[in-house]
């Protein structure tokens, strides 16, 4: 229904009310007017005849009688009679039904507007003595007649309005629709098309005299000279827009969508001899940032890191460099035909920015990243290329380490179809878990003999699956097990299969567990179960660590092994020299040895930072009575 139709209507259904209800009042006044009158006419009739009465010449019956028979002759009244002071009738004069004169009020007019019954009493005395009681009742045919005349007069008036009204809306209506179509409709249509085509002129106004449309008009007027000013400013605005839906909110980088769109454009354009690399980055404790800081703070951090990573990116690789914000806690930038050594080197400067960017979480600790690196080439899977980077990406974040975590193409475990992530790796470890198919393989140490003089040895947790020609290694597995949650079920296999072995040989063996996992009470739990078990079996048992978790997690750390220590296992730390905070706290932990990269023993011959890095810890090492190796 158009507005039009609507105000209208609206004021048709108002009048209509008021001219009901203005007929409800007049013939309600009507009928209050004419019970007054009958009421009224009563009182006096009985007053007087009943004075009348009282005079001792008419106090004969048969005058009384002839007095009686008058008032009742004058047809006013439906009843008159006379009653004796104890209430018995004397005398009375009744109008039998359909004796007087004819009614024309309808019976339901009657019923729907009744008149009260009119009744009046007087007494007749002589002196002080009562003679009896006139009682007159008003016979109101004569005004329910006339009350139905009024209510008629009245209803047709009110009715010849109320058509007069109707036929008045319809030309009403008609007229304003003409003219909204002539002045308004129109000319806004030729201005949506001025608007499309740049030119055109507007109809001319057909209707000055209404000052509304003539308002109207000169607002239309006024919008068409301003229409082809405005056409370039809403262009800018459009691509304003498209750049908008590419863009994060809160650090202004480019998001996912314009990042997998790129990715996928460099993959089909690209010929296969063009090869490039990405980089992903993860802020791993966004979640406890936004519980320790406001809203506010977090997303300045976040702009500001945009912008300094963004500026080395420029720098490294020039101003087409650009960086996208894939969700909340990952970001990543593509290296177009960058070749791999460079790609490496802008990826551990971006490692260097992003620490000394990192904000504190309190109690020393500092927010966490993890850095992947994988490599492309023109006509690549995309979701293979992005499979390869969440893989590297869990590599990294098992590792606990800040350095990239680099995985070329041709090291990365994607199925021909491109499939390889989590829901595939968790359907793959659920099974091995389910059917045991974890199996030990050992590796002997040249030049290292236990405590008991046997010949120490190195298990590797493999996963044999069913139907395959070659187990795997727990290098591929372990990183996407720790991000399902599950490197405490595999570490806990792998103790289970080298107590097993211990018992079957007479070596030594050394196991080694990832950091997730004794982050873990229920890992613990179990440790120290399978422990005591095999009692006799874990002196000749070594768990090796990463060093980076005797700095991340000292105190839970200690408290495993001090559950090892118990049951006589002997603890190892790896990648000592990569983490020199660990010098601070080795005497807490007393470990069986250390162990030094063979990438800084390689630079130690040319460096002397490496050489002197050495030094400092085979000197800690050798005061604290631990073996260096």
């Known amino acids: 229904m158009s507005l039009l139709r609507q105000l209208l209507l609206s004021v048709t259904l108002a009048i209509a009310v008021i001219l009901a209800g203005a007929t409800w009042f007049s013939i309600s006044s009507a009928r209050q007017y004419l019970d007054t009158q009958l009421q009224a006419q009563s009182d006096s009739s009985a007053t007087s005849l009943a004075l009348t009465l009282s005079q001792s010449s008419n106090q004969d019956e048969t005058m009384r009688e002839l007095l009686l028979s008058a008032m009742f002759d004058s047809s006013q009244f439906q009843v008159v009679e006379f009653l004796d002071p104890e209430g018995r009738v004397v005398v009375r004069r009744e109008l039998a039904e359909g004796q007087g004169d004819a009614v024309q009020a309808p019976a339901w007019f009657s019923r729907l507007l009744p008149l009260d019954r009119h009744e009046a009493r007087r007494q007749v005395s002589n002196g002080w003595s009562q003679l009896g009681v006139v ?210 080197r802008v990826a551990q400067v971006i490692g260097e920015t992003l620490q000394a960017q990192r904000l504190s979480l309190g109690q020393a600790d500092m927010c966490r990243w993890r850095l992947a690196l994988t490599d492309y080439k023109g006509g690549d899977d995309l979701s293979a290329v992005l499979v390869r980077l969440d893989e590297a990406l869990m590599r990294a974040e098992s590792a606990g380490y800040v350095e990239v975590e680099y995985l070329p193409s041709d090291l990365s475990r994607v199925d021909a179809d491109g499939q390889g992530g989590e829901q595939a790796w968790r359907q793959l470890l659920t099974a091995a878990l389910e059917n045991q198919w974890f199996v030990l393989t050992t590796q002997p140490e ?134 020199p905070e660990a010098l601070l706290y080795l005497h807490e932990l007393q470990p069986e040895y250390v162990r030094v990269s063979e990438a800084l023993l390689t630079a130690s011959k040319d460096s002397p930072g490496a050489r002197q890095l050495i030094a400092a810890v085979q000197g800690t090492a050798r005061e604290l009575g631990v073996l260096v190796g």
């Not at 009110?158 to 007229?175: P, S």
């Not at 139907?467 to 996407?480: H, I, N, T, V």
């Not at 296999?493 to 990832?514: C, I, K, N, Y």
């Open 135 to 344: 009682r007159l009742v008003a016979y109101d045919a004569y005004a329910r007649d006339a009350l139905w005349d009024s209510t008629t007069r009245i209803g047709l008036l009110t009715v010849g309005a109320g058509l007069l009204w109707g036929l008045f809306v319809l030309v009403l209506m008609r007229w304003l629709r003409r003219a909204l179509q002539d002045d308004v409709m129109s000319r806004v249509q030729a201005l949506a098309l001025a608007g499309d085509r740049g030119t055109g002129p507007l109809p001319p106004v057909r209707h000055p005299a209404m000052l509304e449309l003539r308002e109207i008009s000169q607002i239309i007027d006024s919008t068409h000279q301003r229409v082809q000013a405005s056409a370039i400013e809403h262009m800018a605005q459009i691509e304003s827009l498209e750049l908008e839906l590419h863009r994060d909110q809160v650090t202004g980088l480019a998001n996912r969508k314009y990042f997998i769109n790129e990715l996928r454009r460099l993959l089909e354009h690209h010929s296969v001899s063009d090869m490039g690399h990405v980089m992903l980055f993860r802020q791993c404790d966004l979640q406890a940032i936004n519980q320790t800081l406001s809203r506010q703070i977090v997303d300045e951090w976040l702009r500001k890191l945009g912008q300094v990573v963004q500026e080395v990116l420029r720098e490294r690789l020039g101003e087409q460099a650009w960086l996208a914000r894939l969700n909340g806690s990952d970001f990543a930038f593509i290296m177009p035909l960058v070749p791999g050594p460079t790609a490496v």
């Open 446 to 579: 040249t030049s290292v003999v236990g405590a008991s003089g046997t010949q120490r040895v190195t298990g590797l947790l493999n996963l044999q699956e069913a139907g395959a020609a070659e187990p795997m290694s727990g290098y591929l597995f372990m990183p996407p097990a720790v991000r399902l949650g599950l490197s405490d079920s595999c570490d806990a296999q792998a103790l289970m299969l080298g107590l097993e072995w211990l018992g079957a040989h007479t070596g030594e063996l050394t196991l080694r567990v990832s950091l997730a996992s004794i982050l873990q009470e229920s890992f613990r739990g179990q440790v120290a179960s399978l422990l005591s078990e095999a009692a006799g079996r874990g002196s000749r048992l070594i768990i090796e660590l990463d060093s980076f978790c005797l700095v991340a997690h000292r105190d839970l750390l200690l408290a495993f092994a001090h559950m090892l220590y118990e049951h006589g296992v002997r603890l190892g730390l790896r990648r000592f020299a990569e983490q």
